[in-house]
């Protein structure tokens, strides 16, 4: 076995060569292999070379906080196309990301589809496959009858098609064959394994090294250290050294975001739970506790980013830090998502899975429940949570959007009813409105579909909305409201601040009062059906009745 080449992040980028397809593992901060990133860009200022790149990122390779991942690309004339899951995002007071401007200005083509099908994309890549057909897309933004996951004009609709297979019609995704993939890990040995002890994910290093290396191509791997030859743990390489060709050394990358190192993220420690600040009493965790409220014992949930991330720390202050194991998409399962920053990440994870992996469970519906943030919400129940005119760099893309509600047998979207400046009391009593904002979230037509509400009602899954105000649930005839808060006046507050009409459930009832107070609440959560099979079982295997 030869040993593998060392060489610094400028030298790796001469490895590149004009009109290189990349890959790129990554998830915003976290396992973003910055530095190479920084090496190809440092190269292009000085030589102008390598030109007319391609880039594919399955999700969002750095952010707007000290990680510039894909902006070390974005430049006129060294990226040509990119394929994304999601995008650097950030504040709208911010300076948006270069390569948000580029796509603004017709500068590069670029295209937004689901993560877990760029994923699957790899996988049908390293095997020659033509491409992978989903349902997942159906019906959105990613749909070729629709913008194809197009960004702006100057991108050509020439990947996502339209195929018929028996009597159904299935999204097929042209695969994309990489030339290079760069990935990270925290040790490489001589010979190029790697292991990722001190990684929040593995995320979908070995899968992007298998599509490039089958095909012909290179793999850079950054790593935080090197070990002497065949002193690694078979067990703990995640990716062995016959697919790697050369590493570049980085003793200062970070973590993810923020952080250069926890080991409860990367599963080395287990840290009490009890150390997990509490979430501060806001209008937030009011809709969290709701949103927690449809949970049960012995659950497995998948979780977004937003409000919602909330949720599990909800559940760790009420004595249920374990009761639900999360799925994340990024890999980790069980222990308690964290956020900000670090979401993506759990403390005292259970597993940490491949991305890919992961997302096997979530499209094919191995789980509970999916609790989601939303941006916009229409009439026939469509969701929007990817795009915003004139401030699109606010928000990420569809990332596993789509991938997850695409199947999900539940799904809760959970943000405020209103956007823009506001004042809203919320206490003992529920809520006082104020002054409310200026701009409803219920519109006639979303901007942009990412969660079909129409499909998913032929799919049969059952969808809520729960904000601060109010709890809604789509149904056949209509977007209806079921639960009002305390507080609230139906009229003013919630049928007259949506821009379509809403319908009224004939039970509706206030929102639990408990919600809405300081300290805890006192969550009961039922356990969920497949558990209480289990009891049964048991109970008859000892003879007891069931």
């Given at each position: 076995?030869k ?17 290189d ?11 973003c292999p910055d ?8 190269r292009f200022?000085?030589?102008q ?19 510039k ?23 709208s ?7 948000w401007s580029m ?9 937004n ?10 996988r ?22 629709d ?5 702006n ?8 098609e339209l195929?018929?297979?028996?009597s159904?019609?299935?999204?097929f ?16 040995d001589?010979?190029g ?17 298998y599509?490039?290396?089958n ?13 002497s ?22 003793p ?17 420690l ?32 998948n979780?977004?980013f ?10 760790n202050?009420?004595g ?14 069980g222990?308690?998502p964290?956020l900000?920053?670090a ?9 940490i899975?491949q991305?890919?992996?992961q997302?096997?469970?979530l ?9 989601l ?7 026939r129940?469509?969701?929007?949570v990817?795009?915003l ?41 529920g809520l ?17 579909v ?27 005839e209509?977007i209806?409201?079921t639960?009002?808060?305390p ?8 049928l ?13 009832r206030?929102?639990d009062?408990?919600?809405f107070r300081?300290?805890a ?7 969920h059906?497949?558990?209480?099979r289990?009891?049964?079982?048991a ?8």
């Amino acid at each position: 076995m030869k040993k593998v080449e060392i060489l610094t992040a400028r030298a790796a980028a001469d490895l590149i060569e004009d009109g290189d397809v990349l890959t790129v593992s990554s998830s915003s901060g976290l396992g973003c292999p910055d530095s190479v990133l920084q090496g190809i860009g440092e190269r292009f200022r000085q030589t102008q070379s390598p030109r007319g790149l391609t880039s594919v990122h399955p999700i969002a390779a750095g952010d707007m906080y000290g990680i510039k991942g894909i902006d070390h690309l974005a430049q006129p004339g060294l990226l040509t196309r990119v394929v994304a899951g999601s995008y650097p995002s950030g504040p709208s007071s911010a300076e948006p990301p270069a390569i948000w401007s580029m796509i603004e200005n017709e500068q590069v083509e670029a295209y937004n589809f689901p993560s877990g099908t760029l994923f699957q994309m790899h996988r049908a890549v390293a095997a020659h496959q033509p491409g992978v057909l989903t349902k997942v897309g159906e019906g959105t933004f990613i749909d070729p009858r629709d913008r194809g996951g197009r960004m702006n004009e100057t991108t050509p609709a020439d990947i996502v098609e339209l195929h018929t297979v028996g009597s159904e019609e299935w999204l097929f995704f042209r695969s994309i064959v990489p030339d290079v993939a760069i990935i990270r890990a925290t040790t490489a040995d001589e010979y190029g394994n790697l292991t990722f002890e001190d990684e929040g994910s593995p995320l979908g290093a070995l899968d992007l090294a298998y599509a490039a290396h089958n095909n012909g191509g290179l793999v850079i791997a950054q790593v935080k250290r090197v070990a002497s030859g065949r002193s690694l743990d078979p067990q703990k390489v995640r990716v062995p050294g016959i697919l790697v060709d050369a590493v570049v050394l980085d003793p200062d990358q970070m973590q993810t975001t923020g952080t250069r190192y926890d080991p409860a993220i990367s599963g080395q420690l287990r840290r009490p739970l009890a150390d997990l600040p509490p979430v501060a009493y806001s209008l937030e965790k009011v809709m969290a506790r709701r949103a927690a409220q449809e949970l049960a014992e012995g659950e497995t949930v998948n979780l977004g980013f937003g409000v919602s991330a909330l949720v599990p720390h909800v559940l760790n202050e009420e004595g249920h830090g374990t009761a639900v194991s999360w799925v994340l998409e990024q890999g980790a399962v069980g222990g308690v998502p964290l956020l900000d920053f670090a979401f993506g990440c759990s403390q005292n994870p259970d597993a940490i899975m491949q991305s890919a992996d992961q997302f096997t469970l979530l499209q094919g519906a191995g789980f509970s429940h999916t609790l989601l943030s939303f941006l916009e919400i229409d009439a026939r129940g469509n969701v929007n949570v990817h795009h915003l005119p004139r401030r699109r760099h606010v928000t990420a893309g569809v990332g596993g959007f789509a991938d997850i509600t695409a199947a999900a047998p539940e799904i809760v979207f959970v943000g405020s009813f209103t956007a823009g400046r506001r004042q809203i009391e919320v206490g003992a009593d529920g809520l006082g409105i104020v002054e409310d904002g200026p701009h409803t979230k219920l519109v006639p037509e979303v901007a942009a579909v990412t969660f079909n509400g129409q499909l998913a009602l032929r799919r049969g899954q059952r969808v809520i909305y729960v904000t601060e105000r109010c709890v809604m649930e789509l149904r056949p005839e209509g977007i209806t409201v079921t639960e009002i808060a305390p507080g609230v006046d139906l009229d003013r507050d919630v049928l007259a601040r949506s821009a379509f009409p809403l319908l009224v459930s004939d039970d509706l009832r206030l929102m639990d009062t408990v919600l809405f107070r300081d300290g805890a609440m006192g969550l009961t959560l039922p356990r969920h059906p497949a558990h209480e099979r289990l009891v049964r079982r048991a109970g008859a295997a000892d003879g007891s009745p069931r």
